[in-house]
């Protein structure tokens, strides 16, 4: 596609459900980044693919978190028992190559609202 | 990736050029400077990089001194469509390391 494509564009959740994120990187793009925004907040990293390489999963906050990528391509990333505190925009990124040289491209984000 | 301090935020007026600069003390020889910016309900979007000197494209110039301790975003005569969060990103992933962005400088433009 055109660009890093996300959906849903908007989740409502109760409490205690999971929730699927999915993010569509650009064609052809090796790294894929996920992302956490808190309101008025900076961008909080959760887990990095690269390729065929084992992902970076550091940044996930608590074993409640996973992502997969399946096929070098789409990621889902599942938030399992969803909390309150999980309430914010997820964004994810994809870019060609491993070095900071290159752009990464960002979709719109999924805003999560768990009540 | 090296540790980037950056103000936390700036104000300017219309019409005036705005100067954010990004500290890098630890920057290694490989590493790049990168500059992103990020509108209210937007993913963040690449604005420019650099590696020395000075570089310059249709949003911005990016200034970087000898040393490359520092970088200065140059933001020609903004308006109110240039508010938003502009993060400084330094470092060269060649491995499986993540693209960390801090917490940026909230630029407000005032009419």
């Known amino acids: 596609g055109a660009g890093v494509s996300q959906s849903p564009s908007n989740k409502v959740t109760e409490k205690g459900k999971d929730v699927e994120l999915r993010c569509d990187p650009i064609s052809g793009h090796t790294a894929l980044y996920w992302y956490r925004q808190s309101l008025g907040q900076g961008l909080e990293f959760l887990i990095y693919?690269?390729?065929?390489?084992?992902?970076?999963k550091s940044g996930l906050p608590s074993d409640r978190f996973s992502a997969e990528r399946t096929g070098g391509s789409v990621s889902t990333l599942t938030i399992q028992r969803t909390q309150q505190e999980d309430s914010a925009v997820y964004l994810c990124a994809s870019k060609h190559g491993t070095g900071l040289n290159t752009e990464a491209f960002f979709g719109q984000g999924t805003r999560l609202t768990v009540v | 990736l090296a540790k980037t301090t950056q103000p936390i935020s700036m104000d300017s007026y219309e019409g005036q050029e705005v100067n954010i600069t990004c500290s890098h003390n630890?920057?290694?020889?490989?590493?790049?400077i990168t500059w992103y910016q990020q509108f209210p309900s937007q993913g963040p979007r690449f604005i420019i990089q650099?590696?020395?000197t000075k570089v310059t494209n249709e949003v911005a110039s990016l200034f970087i001194p000898a040393d490359r301790k520092s970088s200065t975003l140059s933001l020609p005569r903004v308006s109110l469509s240039d508010t938003a969060v502009y993060y400084c990103l330094v470092g060269e992933d060649s491995g499986n390391t993540p693209l960390v962005f801090g917490k940026g400088t909230r630029l407000s433009v005032i009419a």
């Open positions: 630890n920057i290694a020889t490989n590493d790049y």
């Open positions: 650099g590696y020395k």
């Open positions: 693919f690269q390729g065929n390489s084992a992902p970076d």
